[in-house]
């Protein structure tokens, strides 16, 4: 029986080997049915030619990766990242994808002040709203694992993003990944509190034991995060959107065919990707 | 002008070449107070004598590192690690340390329910409470990194440490390092909640950027942990107590020779172990 994967998409950062083109038909050719795509692989083969080819291959898009960080040093370099990150936006709504992932950057060069930096972070989201409700893509924000506070993100846990989606209204979103909050104690009150609108993505992935270095992303099923259970807190929400496969793993998959790492990774993640269950369980 | 370190401790697992003796002598050699002494050192150099010669070189112990871990498969080797942690206890108290670290494991093998593993932990400490009342050793509580849950420990942010304390009472307390909590968004919050006498021995290290891998902890002053900040919170809510240096460092500072750690260690902490201002700051 064919697994059904049309809530399915993979992230295009799993098969960084494959240009924009090869990911779209090799991701289409064995039935996958979306695409995260970043930046750069977008910028090389062309915003509406991307766009064409997704649409002609009959994919959907999760989202566009990333956002441009927010840990300038300078006042000036800060103003810049916020109208980058409109143009982003824009990019985003020319091709078709429902939001940005925000990947705000760590802190910036010579500052220790994360606090400080997470205020900056909120104030630039407030500040992208309006082009963001006038673009209609949604800041998607994605709680990245402390181990990454330092260089990639300030933001960290899923109760600071759902505080800020309660600021922010429907201009954001969250992109929750099991790999960044399968450890926080409150994952699943939080996805309880952000309800199934909310999410606009849901990443997997595994964490491996021993993880080996900061880019040793585990496919699912290899790894000690509870895939099935965690599933089940989200269509006991009533979480009828997407899942995504997102993995960055530099000593592994990275070097493997892009096909085969696809075939694999469905093999992994059709289990926990089909259609919402009829009855809603009772997890209580 | 000599630094005033009567407060400061080294934590042995930061010169990892030195034996338990030369530990003790190159500690209190330069001036460091206190010494925190791991487990197969003292077996190494014998409990008696060990607590004899810290006792002769005019230290005091901050604490006895490690608690066996928690996270066994079988419940017959569950129940072996409740009775090793006796054990540990007992060493703790011939040995004159006030409390034993506990780091308690990550997961069963094979086994992906971390609330499960949680759980469990809390049902360890409870069962664990009424010795270490009777020997007075006090159940160190430190929150681990989550990047360290699946193989290390469960207990992952200070907010459940605080909860797990206030349930354990006078049993337990807080071992903090900044290193672990440095990013957690209720840091403060929770130091706070703490009050100075919860907090058993306060870890200092620092995180680097990059981080090159799980054992890469950072020098003092090298990171972008905000010391002088923290310190703050702790001077204003009136903590008198110990702090200690902790290096985990695989690339770089388990290398050097120990005097060598010793003394740039001294130079960097110096400025934040000294006594507590005669009025205490507000910080609010």
Redesign the interface.
Known sequence: MQPDLSRFSVNQITTPNWSMAQAIEGYAGQGVGGIACWRNYVADYGVERTARHIRDAGLWVASLCTSAWLNAATEADYRAAIEENRRILDTAAAMGAPCVVMVVG??PAG?????GQ?ARVRDALHALAPHARAVGVRLGLEPL???Y???RSVL??I??ANDLCDELGDAAGLVPDVYHC????CFEAELRRAGPDRILTFHYCD????????RDRGMVGD????IP?IRGWLDDIGYAGKFELELFSELDWWNRPGEETVRIGIERCAPHVGPLPAIAKDQS
């Open positions: 760590g802190l500052c220790k002040d994360i606090m997470r694992h402390p181990m506070a330092g260089d960290n846990s109760k600071d399968w450890w926080d104690p964490w491996l034991v021993p993880t080996r270095n900061l790894g000690v995060v509870d259970r």
